[in-house]
C-alpha cells in the first residue's frame, strides 16, 4: 500500500499572504487609467489623422514653408468654403497640396479689377487670414460646377492655385481629390497649435467651416495619461525606498 508524502510548499498559506493595501489599490487602479487614456488618445489620432510636410509658402501666413501640420482625413464630401484642405489633382500635376476653399460647386467666385476683393454669389468676403489685404493677382469670374471647389492659397501672391489653371475646368478641383481638413500645425514647436476657424464666408450663408475635430482631447487624453503613470510609478518609487529604510532600521 503506498503513501502520499506531502512535500513542502515554499508558497504560504493564503491566511499568511499579505493583502494589498489600499494604497496599492489605488495606484493599480491609477496605472491601468493613465495607460487607458494614453494608449486611447495615440490611437484616436493614428487612426483620424495624418502629418503633411508644407513645401512652400504658398498659406503664409496661416501655414508656412517647412511646418508639419496634422489634418484629419476626410473624403472631401462634407468640405465648407473657408476651409484648409490637403488634396491632389492630376490636372495639377498630382501633387499634394495645400490651400483654402474659398467656392464650392454652385458658386461664382470673382476678383474685380477695381477693389481686387473677392467676391462669392456677387458678396465682398473679408479674409484677415491673407498675407497681405488686398493683394489678389489678376482679375477673374467663375461658375464653379457642382461636386467641385475652387482653391486659393492664403499667400495670393505667391499662391500656385486655381487662377494659374483657369483654363481647365475653371480652376476647380474635383472635391473627391480632396484627402483631408488641416486642423493644427505640429512642427516647429514654437508654431504648433489648433489652426484658427474663419467665419469670413458667413457673409455668402451656408454652413460654417467644420469645428475642431477630436484631435484636442485625444492629445489632453494621452498627456493626462502619461503624466498619470509618471506620477503614480514616482510615488510608488519613493514609498517602496521609505519601506525598505524602515527595514533597514
Known sequence: MSSVVERPTDDPPAAARPRRGPGAVVQGVLLGLGLVLLIGGFAVIAVSYRPYGIPTGSMEPTVRAGDTVLARKTDGADVRRGEVVVFRDQAWGGRLMVKRVVAIGGDTVAVGTDDQRLTVNGKPVDEPYLAAQGAQGAAFSVEVPPGRLFLLGDNRLGSLDSRVHLEVDGGTVPATEVQARVEATVLPLGRSGLLAGT?????????????????????????????????TTAVSGVAGLARRRRRAA
Open 199 to 231: 467665419s469670413a464666408f458667413q457673409v455668402v450663408g451656408g454652413d460654417r467651416p467644420a469645428g475642431p475635430g477630436p484631435l484636442e482631447p485625444a492629445f489632453w487624453a494621452s498627456v493626462v495619461g502619461a503624466a498619470t503613470i509618471l506620477a
